[in-house]
């Protein structure tokens, strides 16, 4: 039986066709299931503690209820829509289901000892959930679209102790998604949400997003956005990354003194003299 180092832990490895009900595993409490497709969950021994099932074409998962100490979950990379079951999970620690097909999150609620939630690539509808629990740090947290955004700043509310969100990473949005961003209020918890922290990739419509309301922001990552404007860019920004943009013109940049920080891959930039003016620039890159 194959071992791996998984998050600096010992984990056996099983194929999906074996057989996990042997004496042969009987002891092993941390499990990852590798290869092939793995039907149910709900032929894993239910005294798993720490269980890896990424990538097996798993559909749903019940079973997964009696695995009463689990601490560490790792479903990403398949295809399930229903986790109603992991709410039984009352010692589950870490909880790993990017790219799957998850609309709701209420079952999440329940898990008070959660500290740590990947979630992106999903479809979720629902954010109180991620609320209600104010326990875990939220690492690529992905709404579909930016009004999803609104309902997900709103349900965490000023006391929320959630670090770090990546918002809109790796989705496409519409210019009808972005009426939010008009708001200056949209991102009044950025501090806690974000940690003054927003990362934008494949906004074809970019253009039309007021930076200015995002106030509180230090840090903007940009990445394969067109038709950006630096006139909207928020003044106050520290470190800012627009990288492969297909920007010509950076007319607007010499108003944001405050940056220490700039990066300009990837772009069609002839003419960078309008830099100068910007006095507290320690960094540049630009190729």
Known sequence: ?????????KFYCVRSDTNLTSKQIDNIV?????????PSISQIPVHITKLIASGCCLQEISGVRFMKNLSY???????????????????????????NK?????PLSALSMLQQLLLASNI?????????????????????NIAQIRNFLDYLGPSSTIEQATLLMNNTISRSDQSPYHDPMLLKYAPLVINKTLVIHNDQELHSIQFTD???IETLF??????LSFERVPLKIRKLVVNMCSVENINGLENMASVVELSLRGNRISEIGILAGMNKLQKL???
């Open 102 to 106: 998850i609309i709701f999150s209420q």
């Open 214 to 216: 995002l106030l509180n």
């Open 285 to 287: 890159s630009t190729t």
């Open 222 to 227: 940009v990445f394969e956005c067109y038709n």
């Open 30 to 38: 941390n499990l990852k299931v590798n290869q092939l497709y793995y």
């Open 124 to 144: 979720i509808h629902d954010f109180e959930a991620l609320a209600t629990n104010q326990n875990f740090n939220i690492n690529w947290i992905c709404p579909q």
């Open 73 to 99: 979950l790792d479903i990403s990379n398949n295809f399930i829509k229903n986790i109603s079951d992991l709410q039984y999970l009352q010692n589950l620690q870490y909880l790993n289901m990017t790219n």
């Open 1 to 9: 039986m194959e071992e791996q180092i998984v998050d600096n832990e």
